[in-house]
């Protein structure tokens, strides 16, 4: 069976994970835990435990159970003195933390429960902070306030400065024959994960073919203005290392009037600038993997699903007569 990795964090990498998990492959998902926002952030400061809210999802996205066991985990509080805002399965996996005395053995229990498809590992057994220097020097603290700052970044970075990776983490990386960078935001989901010393070194040195899933929408505060391109850019820039073997980006056309309402949070369309793609060694596919609904814009999980199990396929010689 062929193994994917999924490095990433954030709304996106769920979006993917329910794609691949309808096919017969063996898949592990690499979650940030540099999250410091809401009911994670909480936990996280109170309990002193990792952020719980990206691998909640994550679990939630690969889990093959009843639905209403799913809404359950996902349940938000709305009112409630300390419990507003805090989510159920946020909740469920502090508890799991405190009984079994490690984060790392609490989300493999709770994959149990969830009869989850596949492994979910956090990219460290640790709460990580991520820091944002700004391109006039100011240093920015914490993955929640990064893009609010109103600046320019220039790179991000992690303390402490010795986070290790777990050792399941770095096998699962050495056994991949796919390893897929994404989708999520550039500088907070994805690059947390690729900081993490060993981790990141893990992929370049990795001899599975990389793709790397592009954002379908600029994100005011973290890639105002980038094209695909300056996505890789950016990437290459924090790893010191030409890593990725191929890139999806969106081609297909979107609504006006979607278009006008993220215009109004500074986020566009991300520009499948081929040639600049190309001329930096990948196997570019700009097609229509877009799903468009009630003004919203996400990767639509089949399709990508779909073309990241075709990379797996041998390349085709063709014939000859």
């Given at each position: ?95 799991m933390t405190s009984i079994t ?29 991520l820091h944002a220097e700004m ?133 566009a369309p991300v520009v499948c ?49």
């Open positions: 069976m062929k193994k994917i990795v999924v490095i990433g964090g954030g709304t996106g990498l769920p979006v993917l994970l329910r794609g691949l998990k309808q096919y017969n492959v063996d898949l592990t998902a690499i979650v940030t835990v540099a999250d410091d926002g809401g009911s994670s952030g909480r936990l996280r400061d109170e309990l002193d435990m990792p952020p719980p809210g990206d691998i909640r999802n994550v679990l939630a996205a690969l889990s093959d159970v009843e639905p209403l066991i799913i809404e359950l985990f996902q349940h938000r509080f709305e009112n409630g003195n300390g419990l507003s805002g805090h989510s159920l399965g946020n909740l469920i996996l502090a508890a005395g490690d984060f790392v053995r609490a989300v493999r229990e709770m994959g149990k429960v969830l009869n989850v498809r596949g492994k979910v590992l956090p990219a460290a057994n640790e709460s990580v902070v391109e006039d020097g100011t240093i920015v603290s914490g993955e929640s306030k990064i893009p609010y700052s109103g600046k320019k970044i220039k790179r991000v970075f992690l303390t402490p400065a010795n986070i290790e990776p777990l050792d399941e983490t770095i096998a699962e990386l050495r056994t991949a024959d796919l390893i897929v960078i994404g989708p999520g935001s550039l500088y907070t989901s994805i690059l947390p994960n690729l900081l993490v010393p060993k981790l990141g070194e893990e992929v370049c040195q990795s001899k599975a073919k990389k793709v790397y899933i592009c954002n379908v929408m600029t994100q005011a505060g973290e890639t105002l203005n980038y094209t695909a391109s300056d996505h890789v850019k950016a990437l290459y820039d924090h790893m010191a290392c030409a890593f990725l073997d191929a890139i999806i980006v969106n081609d297909a056309p979107i609504l006006p009037e979607t278009k006008e309402r993220y215009a109004k949070e500074l986020a600038d081929t040639a600049k793609l190309e001329a930096l060694g990948l196997q570019v596919i700009c097609d229509a993997i877009i799903d468009e609904r009630d003004g919203t814009v996400r990767h639509d999980t089949k399709k990508v699903a779909a073309l990241l199990v075709s990379l797996l396929a041998p390349p085709s010689h063709g014939t000859y007569s």
